[in-house]
């Protein structure tokens, strides 16, 4: 596939392809094969696979205790268009050879913050030309933008709701030319994430302010977006913690109901984040069914956390029966409003070569493909929806279906459970839907 720029960065790798699970071809998809169809789409479609930009091309391995371990090269110009450039090479070549369609960014991934707000925004938009020459040659496109208002400094005390309105103009300001980048890269989506949107302490918090002006906010950012002509859909991904003590979208309830009593519920919907999901100790398909009946499920942000360390370590997905039981909401609410499921993901601070960029995004698509699988055959093939559904059976007829038509009182509950006498003990069975699951695994 021809690419602008004239450097190959993974060299020796070529296109990754579908070979099956019965190869040993650490180069080769096991279970994600694109073309295939499930339930209707194939995992093309499902999917819409995005490589994380922060992560997988700015991500060198540091941590509080060292500095990255990961020299990319990619990242060696001193011009920071030319470095800019650079990367974006690197990022549509690495794109293009694992046959994903999709990328996400945040603005300052893209190339590095100046010091003013006027030359960022040079800078953006110089890089912007670039890469709409990469997506035009390659076909990948822009599953979402956002905007990183949580690292720079400026933000320690939260960037829409910091107690300085001059920081919010800030915010503001970069969110705009966020939007701007986004929509000129043809973006389907846009993403918030409060990464600072929170408090360390309500001893010096007005938190009924704080959060009124990030409804403010996202009103704007909203009606800016929209007069500009961007038709996609905005996301909230919710975080309990981290680095705030306690952020404000704490979780996909939290998340929800800020959106309704701010107006913004017709415009928005949740990104899904695995590890987000248990630091707020939700299991990651809890966050599924709370965002999918309240038809917000919007977008995934595929990844894990270590369950002996609590916090967000971001690791690729390679839990089966998690993934598995996350692919049963997945498939029974009808797949994601809008979105995809992006690689927010980092590869380990000692895995060292390029070639493990690779690995790690393989495993990851393979997780999620092998889990639709056996989630598909669970719901076509096994007894699992019929048990399901006959443990709600008593609100199906009679009574049941009464009350669920709100057609009873509580006083009608009463006269009811006076003479129907003492309820049946009725099992659940759930090491038979656990089961079911490892029977189809």
Known sequence: MALIGDKEFFKGIGEIKYEGKGSDNPMAFKFYNPDQVVAGKTMREHFKFAVAYWHTLCGTGGDPFGPGTKNFPWSTASDPIKAAEDKADAAFEFITKVGFDYYCFHDFDLVDEADSLSESERRIQTIVEYIKQKQDVSNVKLLWGTSNCFSNPRYMNGAASNPNFDVVARAGAQVKIALDTTIALGGENYVFWGGREGYMSLLNTNMKLEQDNIGRFLNMARDYARGQGFKGTFFIEPKPMEPTKHQYDFDAATSINSLREYGLENDFKLNIEVNHATLAQHTFQHELQVAAN??????????????????DTDQFPNNIMETTEAMLVFLKSGGLQGG???FDAKTRRNSTDLEDIFHAHIGGADTFARALLIADAVLQNSPYQSLLDNRYSSFTTGKGLEFTEGKLSLTDLYDYAGKNGEPEQISGKQELFENILNQYS
């Open 294 to 311: 309240a038809g917000m499920l919007g977008s995934i942000d595929a990844n894990r956390g270590d369950y002996q360390n609590g916090w």
């Open 340 to 342: 995809g499921i992006n």
